[in-house]
T-cell receptor, first 114, second 110 residues
Framework: DVKVTQSSRYLVKRTGEKVFLECVQD?????MFWYRQDPGLGLRLIYFSYDVKMKEKGDIPEGYSVSREKKERFSLILESASTNQTSMYLCASRGIAGRSDTQYFGPGTRLTVL | QKEVEQNSGPLSVPEGAIASLNCTYS??????FFWYRQYSGKSPELIMF????GDKEDGRFTAQLNKASQYVSLLIRDSQPSDSATYLCAGYNQGGKLIFGQGTELSVKP
């Protein structure tokens, strides 16, 4: 089974703080993703990575950065947290499903910025 | 037009009934489709995938794909209260990006 873990289930931070969200997968997958999910807006892709040290912007990268120094670990960084970044953050890893592949999600981190 | 569309619901069915969840897609080149279940406050969990036209059954779940009409559906037989969740449909577009629908909320009433 694919296992994707995230460093925290719940996180409360203050406006202006630097926030690190970490994601680890144990299946040697090359592709990893960060999403945020908000009511009525669905899943929105923030950043993704095809390989170590490689990153690509998703649909809403503003206010975020990422780091992928090791294949199993993909970090999302909020340089200066703002209240509009309060959300559920979901990490995913791309792996095999039948004869195709799809994304497997971590448990999520619910971030509240005060 | 959204690439993958679902009715947001909520869809309410009585316990023991068949729940039918539908999804349409705009990219005719899409080949692979996935259904995820997401309980409130939890992350999406893959429950079904389908690549070929027709039906694919797994226990109480049946996924259906009709490429000519560009729709995908998920049937849940003998619905249980524990099936109450949001169901996300997803498919790859020709650019290789996995596109998620907004999800359909299902409520199964005892």
């Amino acid at each position: 089974d694919v296992k994707v873990t995230q460093s925290s289930r719940y996180l409360v931070k203050r406006t202006g703080e630097k926030v690190f969200l970490e994601c680890v997968q144990d299946m040697d997958h090359e592709n990893m993703f960060w999403y945020r999910q908000d009511p009525g807006l669905g899943l929105r892709l923030i950043y993704f990575s095809y390989d170590v040290k490689m990153k690509e912007k998703g649909d809403i990268p503003e206010g975020y950065s990422v780091s992928r120094e090791k294949k199993e670990r993909f970090s999302l960084i909020l340089e200066s947290a703002s209240t509009n970044q309060t959300s559920m953050y979901l990490c995913a890893s791309r792996g095999i499903a039948g004869r195709s592949d799809t994304q497997y999600f971590g448990p999520g981190t619910r971030l509240t910025v005060l | 037009q959204k690439e993958v569309e679902q009715n947001s619901g909520p869809l309410s069915v009585p316990e023991g009934a068949i729940a039918s969840l539908n999804c349409t897609y705009s990219d005719r080149g899409s080949q692979s489709f996935f259904w995820y279940r997401q309980y409130s406050g939890k992350s999406p969990e893959l429950i079904m995938f389908i690549y070929s036209n027709g039906d694919k059954e797994d226990g109480r779940f049946t996924a259906q794909l009709n490429k000519a009409s560009q729709y995908v559906s998920l049937l849940i037989r003998d619905s249980q209260p524990s099936d109450s969740a949001t169901y996300l449909c997803a498919g790859y577009n020709q650019g290789g990006k996995l596109i998620f629908g907004q999800g359909t909320e299902l409520s199964v009433k005892p």
